[in-house]
């Protein structure tokens, strides 16, 4: 809606400083055929509505200047209205913000579970190799020795050793 009354306004401005710029351009005696055509003053107005304005086309008269004025100001209107229903699109109501963050939050927790096990993983392997080649290293009061002494006796040692690889 927005973009069709943007359009509109275009059409009628620059018809609007069409009337006004007519009889000065088409004053023989003035060499200056800047609006000589609609197209030019769709192009005065569209680049006075986004208020970039080169310069290489500029109103004569004063009604064309009030014309391109009242188009700067309406096209600031417009633009802005127009940057906010594109804002409005790409932005994410409640529900999707919340979901979004569930989302990362789950994949920071998988990411932590997966470190922890691997850290378990690499850990049990260096404790079993550790009990199997160094005769000195003892159970002592390492709660975690002795739940792996008692998994080596209730599943055996091959069957550790594999499991923790």
């Known amino acids: ?64 200047q009030i014309t ?25 109501e409640d529900k999707e913000a919340k979901a979004i963050s ?5 994949r920071t927790a998988a990411t932590a579970i997966g470190q922890a096990f691997k850290f378990y993983l690499y850990k049990k392997k260096f404790y079993l190799h550790k009990l199997k080649t160094d005769p000195k290293f003892g159970l002592g009061s390492s709660s975690y020795l002795k739940m792996l002494t008692l998994q080596i006796k209730t599943y055996g040692k091959n069957n550790c050793i594999s499991k923790g690889s």
């Open 68 to 92: 391109c004025i009242i188009a700067a100001f309406w096209g600031t209107f417009i633009v802005s209205l127009l940057v906010l229903i594109i804002s409005q699109v790409f932005t994410l």
């Open 1 to 64: 809606m927005a973009v069709i009354l943007f359009s509109v306004s275009i059409i009628i401005l620059a018809q609007i400083l069409r009337i006004f710029e007519l009889p000065y351009e088409d004053n023989r005696n003035i060499n200056a055929p800047d609006l000589q055509d609609f197209g030019s003053a769709i192009w005065l107005i569209v680049i006075t509505s986004t208020t970039v304005g080169y310069g290489d086309i500029y109103p004569h008269t004063i009604g064309g």
């Open 102 to 106: 569930y989302i990362k939050k789950s």
